[in-house]
């Protein structure tokens, strides 16, 4: 899987090594350590990306909402209510203003 991360006010692109496992949309890397969840959305052509690791001894848990198309309001309500299922608080979710796109 290969992503770009804003470090330090800069765009940087970072590369993780995904294993398969034998739990369908499950996904480990660094022996374990970090474990993705694809999550099939109930909206066409959206998925979840749910995201576990463990940082010292600090739990980070992220979720994502992907979608082949601009994301719509149904597609966000069923996030949120896959957020509050997992767990997470859906009062933090954010959306984030894309770069480029002004």
């Known amino acids: 899987m290969t992503r770009k991360d804003r470090i330090a006010?800069?765009?940087q692109e970072m590369s993780t090594l995904l294993e398969k496992t034998d739990e369908p949309g499950k996904y480990t890397a660094s022996?374990?350590?970090q474990v993705l969840?694809?999550?099939p959305s109930a909206v066409e052509d959206h998925c979840i990306f749910y995201?576990?690791?463990?940082?010292?001894?600090?739990r980070i848990r992220v979720a994502k909402l992907l979608g082949q198309r601009e994301i719509n309001q149904e597609a966000s309500e069923d996030f949120q209510?896959?957020?509050r299922a997992g767990g997470l608080n859906p009062e933090s979710i954010f959306i984030p203003k894309q770069?480029?796109?002004?």
């Open 51 to 58: 995201y576990e690791s463990k940082v010292l001894k600090h």
């Open 9 to 11: 006010g800069r765009c």
């Open 31 to 33: 022996r374990g350590m």
């Open 81 to 83: 209510n896959a957020v």
């Open 99 to 102: 770069s480029g796109s002004d």
């Open 37 to 39: 969840y694809i999550i």
